[in-house]
């Protein structure tokens, strides 16, 4: 591969099922990575991430619990070592996945091509990118959002984005099959994902006292970074079985958050300034 990508296994000790299973699919796909031991939310001491609770209630309907930080830690130490590295890129796997045969072709390709500093090969939703529906409503050849001009092209588009502020500025068709489609805001879900050094220092950055979960700091992450996902996932999540208790179906938050919630909640500000930047003004 011309430019050298690192892949990492985050994997807790307690779950050698998984680690079997993950790491019977990247050899069978002769791609080599580094297993991290990840950290457990069980164990009274673990060094997890530090938040802002209230400003996580506020901002997610929900408080953040132990297992969640543990793996937002473990993803930040993933980062880390990555930056000790001398690889340009850094492929992030949790164990609870599937793995698509076409991965190791994709990565070859992506590696010899790539621009996007933030790669979600895991998850899609909430935009409507099928690569089915993008062949069918965006004509050959039309790779970038259109204008705020092009009123009828325009409206195309749209059909593949969501809510009207979740936006795909340019399309990637792989030659080895599969469409790249850069965005804001980037998909949740960590997954399976590819990033860049540059992406690395931008989410250790704001990685200090989070007020999120981890798989969605891209989102709040500043700086000139090219964001995106695959419109044909590679990586999926199993949802067999989960070692984060207790992150959902909490209730509602307390009347005082969701007095403050409209006020307080945060409007990834720094985030759209710097999309505007990138993108220009006529493409929102």
């Known amino acids: 591969m011309a430019h050298p990508i690192d892949i990492y296994l985050i994997n807790l000790d307690r779950r050698p099922d998984r680690l079997a299973r993950v790491k019977s699919r990247l050899d069978q796909l002769d791609l080599p990575f580094i297993r991290f031991s990840a950290i457990d939310g069980r164990e009274p001491t673990a060094p997890i991430a530090k938040a802002q609770h209230r400003k996580f209630i506020i901002n997610q309907k929900k408080r953040p619990v132990a297992g969640e930080l543990a793996c937002a830690a473990s993803h930040i130490e993933v980062w880390k070592l990555f930056l000790q590295s001398k690889a340009d890129y850094a492929l992030i796997l949790e164990d609870d996945i599937e793995i698509s045969e076409n991965l190791n072709h994709f990565l070859q390709e992506y590696l010899n091509h790539s621009q996007m500093d933030f790669l979600n090969i895991s998850s899609r939703a909430p935009y409507n990118a099928e690569e089915s529906n993008i062949n069918k409503i965006i004509p050959p050849g039309i790779l970038n959002r259109p204008s705020i001009f092009d009123y009828k092209l325009r409206s ?129």
């Open 156 to 284: 195309q588009w749209r059909k593949i984005e969501w809510r009207r502020t979740w936006r795909i500025f340019k399309i990637h068709p792989l030659q080895s099959g599969g469409i790249i489609c850069e965005c804001d805001p980037a998909p949740a879900l960590g997954s399976g994902y590819v990033i860049s050094r540059r992406a690395a220092e931008a989410f250790l950055k704001i990685s200090k006292n989070i007020y999120f979960p981890i798989d969605i700091i891209w989102r709040f992450s500043s700086g000139s970074l090219r964001q995106g996902f695959l419109a044909t996932p590679l990586v999926f999540q199993t949802n067999a079985d989960t070692d984060i208790p207790g992150r959902f179906d909490q209730g509602r938050i307390r009347f005082i958050y969701r007095i403050l919630r409209p006020l307080l909640k945060s409007r990834r500000l720094r985030r759209r300034i710097d999309v505007i930047r990138l993108y220009g003004i006529s493409s929102h």
